[in-house]
Structures are given as structure tokens and as C-alpha cells.
T-cell receptor
Framework: ETGVTQSPTHLIKTRGQQVTLRCSSQ?????VSWYQQALGQGPQFIFQ???????GRGNFPPRFSGLQFPNYSSELNVNALELDDSALYLC???????????????FGPGTRLTVL | AQKVTQAQTEISVVEKEDVTLDCVYE???????LFWYKQPPSGELVFLIR????DEQNEISGRYSWNFQKSTSSFNFTITASQVVDSAVYFC???????????WGAGTKLIIKP
């Protein structure tokens, strides 16, 4: 069983630029969630996608957007980067197919974004 | 509003000691799920356990055990005979049946000294 993968591992951008982060879901999972984790803090929910549609959103501005593809891989796009966007971005996949561990979110290794 | 509190910011113990990480939650839902995740220095969040609100049975998995008490809204995590490899940040999280997102505690940094 293939776990959740994310790319790139690290990324350095300058303020005002745009960035795209990628996530490949665990095999059999149809739901993906994105989180932002600032240094020393717990993750903050950005949004979730289920079958290619946004299924919920946290308290993040519209310049944070996403996509989910038919193979359930996903992208997180951030426009007009700000210094405060520097963080670890985590992708998690889950299955809504039922069973005792349905909807448990399994996380990828994250992408460390630094905005200068 | 839902909330998760991990009052212990950092715990440091010597290897082989037992250690308990506290988690207190708030929710108005009757159906909810509680989780513990481990985040080693590599950064990846590793799923440890999920417990639903209707199952108050305590769980033991090797050196790990979890004590879920609805009466005190707590879901504490104990590591028995700690090892250096247990050093990590541990997060408690909550999701409600009416809400799709995980609500996270601030995490407890656990340091196991050899």
C-alpha cells in the first residue's frame, strides 16, 4: 500500500510570488485535506476536497486555492505569497468508504515553504 | 465551539520512565472522534489511534495506552518504559460528526533522555 506523498520537500519563494504544492493520496482514498503548520504550533485546516470538489474550508483567504484530480491527487496553490505563509504544508488523505478507520486522515511528509 | 487543550508544552523524562500526555477536549456534539498523532523531527504526522465517542474502552497497544473518560472530557496517552525513539511532538485532535476538519491541540514535546 502506497502512503501519502508530497512534493517538493522544500521550497523557497519571495514575497508576492505564487507557489503550487502537490500531494498524491494513499491508495484507495478519495478525500484530501490540506493543513498549514507554523513552527511550534499545531496544524491549521486550510480546506478539504472530496471527489474533486471542495468539501469545506478553514479560515484562510481566497489566495489559497486547491484542486483535486480524478486520480485523487491534489494541488495547493498560494498566490501573492506573504512572509507569514512560511510554514510546513501537510496533506492528508482519507477514505469515506466506511469501516472502523474510515475518515482517519493519514499524512504525507509535508512541504516546507520559506517565503523571503 | 470545539477545542482541544494540551496543557503540557514540554515533558522531559529519562529512558524507561512511564509518561502520560494529557488531552482535554470541548465539543457540543454527541458523536465525535478523538485522535493522537506523533510528529517526529522529520515532520511527518504519524497516526497512532482513533477513538469514537461511543467507545470508552481503554486501549493498549504495546507500550502505548490510552485512557478515554467522557465524564472529564479527557483522552490521555501513556507511554510505558519510554525509549529515546519516542521523542517527538504528540498531538491530540478532535473531529465532530457535523464537521469534517480536525481540531488540533498545541502539541506536547516529549524528550526522552538516555
Amino acid at each position: 500500500e502506497t502512503g501519502v506523498t508530497q512534493s517538493p520537500t522544500h521550497l523557497i519563494k519571495t514575497r508576492g510570488q505564487q507557489v503550487t504544492l502537490r500531494c498524491s493520496s494513499q491508495s484507495g482514498h478519495n478525500t484530501v485535506s490540506w493543513y498549514q503548520q507554523a513552527l511550534g504550533q499545531g496544524p491549521q485546516f486550510i480546506f478539504q476536497y472530496y471527489r474533486e470538489e471542495e468539501n469545506g474550508r478553514g479560515n484562510f483567504p481566497p489566495r489559497f486555492s486547491g484542486l483535486q484530480f480524478p486520480n485523487y491527487s491534489s494541488e495547493l496553490n498560494v498566490n501573492a505569497l506573504e512572509l507569514d505563509d512560511s510554514a510546513l504544508y501537510l496533506c492528508a488523505s482519507s477514505s469515506s468508504a466506511g469501516g472502523p478507520f474510515a475518515d482517519t486522515q493519514y499524512f504525507g511528509p509535508g512541504t516546507r515553504l520559506t517565503v523571503l | 465551539a470545539q477545542k482541544v487543550t494540551q496543557a503540557q508544552t514540554e515533558i522531559s523524562v529519562v529512558e524507561k520512565e512511564d509518561v502520560t500526555l494529557d488531552c482535554v477536549y470541548e465539543t457540543r456534539d454527541t458523536t465525535y472522534y478523538l485522535f493522537w498523532y506523533k510528529q517526529p523531527p522529520s515532520g511527518e504526522l504519524v497516526f497512532l489511534i482513533r477513538r469514537n465517542s461511543f467507545d470508552e474502552q481503554n486501549e493498549i497497544s504495546g507500550r502505548y495506552s490510552w485512557n478515554f473518560q467522557k465524564s472529564t472530557s479527557s483522552f490521555n496517552f501513556t507511554i510505558t518504559a519510554s525509549q529515546v525513539v519516542d521523542s517527538a511532538v504528540y498531538f491530540c485532535a478532535l473531529s465532530e460528526d457535523s464537521n469534517y476538519q480536525l481540531i488540533w491541540g498545541a502539541g506536547t514535546k516529549l524528550i526522552i533522555k538516555p
